[in-house]
């Protein structure tokens, strides 16, 4: 299984924010639309960055209520690893744990096309691991 099989499941739409909208704007997308990280992009195509609730977080401990004048881009998280959907569902869920990233944009040839989080990587994980012992189990059952 690939990223791309996930992608199937859960679709390709992508919240973005500008690195230049404010952090009250970022908080209200992630509230309203129940989500945990928006990905920063001046074109809608590219990655500049990511902001999740982690950085909002942090940055509420560093600068309390001045965060909310703040920027996305004084706050984002520049580096950001990224995968593609040819690859693996393991190899991502190992690149998340390694970097500690909970989401992980889907780029292809310099475009976002997705975007994928470690719950969406379990779920497909856990399907195929479900899918495969109903396969044994069958199988042992005809012999």
């Known amino acids: 299984m690939n990223v791309e099989d ?4 859960k ?3 992508v919240a973005i924010i ?3 909208a404010s952090i009250a704007l970022a908080v209200h997308k ?3 639309a129940g989500i945990g990280s928006l990905v920063v992009s001046e074109d809608g195509t590219t990655v500049s960055g990511i902001v999740s609730e982690r950085e909002v977080v942090r940055a509420l401990a560093e600068h309390g209520a001045e965060l909310l004048r ?3 881009s004084d706050i984002m998280r520049r580096r950001v690893v990224t995968c593609s959907r040819s690859d693996s569902i393991q190899s991502v869920m190992t690149e998340m744990t390694v970097s500690r990233s909970r989401h992980v944009p889907v780029v292809e040839a310099n475009r976002l096309c997705g975007l994928v989080s470690i719950g969406d990587l379990v779920k497909k994980r856990l399907e195929e691991l479900e899918l495969e012992a109903n396969v044994l189990r069958e199988y042992i059952v005809a012999r």
């Open 30 to 32: 992630l509230k309203t």
């Open 6 to 9: 996930v992608l199937d499941s």
């Open 18 to 20: 500008g690195p230049d």
């Open 11 to 13: 679709g390709r739409q």
């Open 70 to 72: 703040l920027r996305v």
